[in-house]
Nanobody, 116 residues
Framework: QVQLVESGGGLVQAGGSLRLSCAAS????????MGWYRQAPGAQRDLVAR???????DYGDSVKGRFTISRDSAKNTVYLQMNSLKPEDTAVYYC??????????WGQGTQVTVSS
């Protein structure tokens, strides 16, 4: 069973916008926080944004002011609105869920490519 289903990646020109979605299966259990990480070729996986069950958010420095994370608790879904995209935002974006007592879950990844 796929536990995190991501959607919304693709190709966009610099300055454009994309919206990523990640739906978590109920089988994951009680979710403490959900977020997005990204990994470019040859680079480490870095935090993009996280949101806790209480609504607190955290962003990577490079995306502050451009990206917004939000959630729909009823749907167990988290969204990442990405505006003013830059070529350096190009990466595979991974959804992550931190489940109480069960640890981390990861999505399969979705490619975001920003052309200059």
């Amino acid at each position: 069973q796929v536990q995190l289903v991501e959607s919304g990646g693709g190709l966009v020109q610099a300055g454009g916008s994309l919206r990523l979605s990640c739906a978590a299966s109920r089988s994951i259990g009680v979710i403490i926080s959900m977020g997005w990480y990204r990994q470019a070729p040859g680079a480490q996986r870095d935090l993009v944004a996280r949101i806790t069950s209480s609504g607190s958010t955290d962003y990577g420095d490079s995306v502050k002011g451009r990206f917004t994370i939000s959630r729909d608790s009823a749907k167990n879904t988290v969204y990442l609105q990405m505006n003013s995209l830059k070529p350096e935002d190009t990466a595979v974006y991974y959804c992550n869920a931190d489940s109480c007592g069960r640890g981390d879950y990861w999505g399969q990844g979705t490619q975001v490519t920003v052309s200059s």
